[in-house]
């Protein structure tokens, strides 16, 4: 794992926070017809994924007892018709 930093959580709150590697499994695009025929296809792409940690730096869990992982992500978009 990389270094601990510091973190702005949605809330506006400070966390500390680990990246972790990841390898890719599968990549697909989501495809969708509009009524004039129209093609949009979508594709989420994770560019990063941190841990959050708890105040002892040991990996956070939510409410519900999973982990608590932010994904940094983008999607992409294309269209045809």
């Given amino acids: 794992m990389s270094t601990i930093k510091t973190i702005t959580m949605p809330d506006g709150s400070q966390a ?3 990246e972790i590697e990841f390898k890719l499994q599968h990549e697909d695009w989501s495809q969708y017809v509009l009524p004039d025929g ?3 296809k979508l ?3 994770v560019l990063k ?3 959050v940690l708890d105040n002892d730096s040991k ?3 939510t409410a519900e007892g999973d982990p608590y992982l ?3 992500h983008r999607t992409d978009v294309i269209t045809s018709g």
Wanted: no cysteine; aromatic share 0%; charged share 15%.
């Fill in 16 to 18: 500390k926070a680990q």
């Fill in 43 to 45: 594709k989420t792409t």
């Fill in 49 to 51: 994924i941190l841990q």
């Fill in 70 to 72: 932010i994904v940094n």
């Fill in 38 to 40: 129209t093609v949009v």
């Fill in 59 to 61: 990996p956070a869990r």
